[in-house]
């Protein structure tokens, strides 16, 4: 099976006056097509950052990180931007959605901006709501959706433009037991569903092990 995702010996250290921090200390991961992996560990044992690699997100890193077999990690800045916009989608534990649009509207607006039409956005977006059970909800501003709605959306959002990696960090983490069972439960359908891979970051030992594999991360160093 080809790989959607290979890290080879990444690093990441910050310098703070004269102390060198660590982060990330050679990591070695790799993620197969339509695979789902959680990346487990506590809180500053590296996921965020980890995950901000493989996002392209932040620079400073050094090792070769390749997405869907292109070689990124030195890859031009436009060339990155590229490269999130067309195989890559995030949800982070913060929904971050624009409070003055509805639920249609938030997941409509990325793929007007990958010059997506408007009628095939629209479209899409109600698609991919629907699935996640928010059809009667499509109209609703944030402030009128639950916190499991609210990450639904987020959810939906990052799948609108098929991604071919969605990268997720700590997506359930303000939400109750019941409700993150169910928002990973659908989160996890879609993405199969959809064709994507997807490394989701938890500290929660539970909802990791419903993923295909899991890596633990402590202290920067991969298991």
């Known amino acids: 099976m080809s790989k959607i995702v290979e890290l080879i010996d990444v690093r990441r250290q910050f310098v703070q006056g004269d102390v060198t921090i660590e982060v990330l200390r050679g990591i070695n ?6 695979e789902l992996v959680a990346l487990l560990g506590p809180s500053g044992s590296g996921k965020s950052t980890l995950l901000q690699a493989v996002g392209l997100l932040e620079g400073g ?12 990690s030195a ?11 067309q195989k890559l989608g995030f949800v ?8 003055d649009f509805d639920a249609l509207e938030n997941v409509v607006l990325p793929q007007l901006i990958a010059d997506a039409l408007p009628d095939a956005a629209t479209e899409r977006a109600t698609h991919l709501l629907s699935k996640l059970g928010l059809a009667e909800r499509l109209h609703h501003r ?13 959810v939906a959002r990052a ?5 071919k990696l969605v990268l997720a960090d700590e997506p359930t983490g303000n939400l109750d037991e019941h ?16 064709g994507s891979s997807a490394i989701v970051a938890t500290h929660n030992e539970r909802l990791a092990a419903k993923m ?10 991969l298991a």
Do not use: C, W
Request: proline share 4%; no cysteine.
């Open 29 to 34: 991961l790799s993620v197969d097509k339509g």
């Open 61 to 72: 890193f050094s090792g070769s990180i390749k997405l869907d077999g292109e070689e990124v």
């Open 75 to 85: 890859a031009s800045v436009d060339r990155q931007t590229e490269i999130r916009r």
């Open 92 to 99: 982070y534990q913060f929904h971050h959605l624009l409070p």
């Open 142 to 154: 944030p402030s009128k959706l639950s916190g499991g709605e609210q990450q639904r959306v987020a």
């Open 159 to 163: 799948l609108a433009n098929r991604p």
């Open 179 to 194: 409700t993150a069972d169910k928002v990973l439960g659908e989160f996890m359908a879609l993405v199969r569903d959809e």
């Open 212 to 221: 295909d594999r899991v890596f633990r991360l402590h202290e920067g160093v």
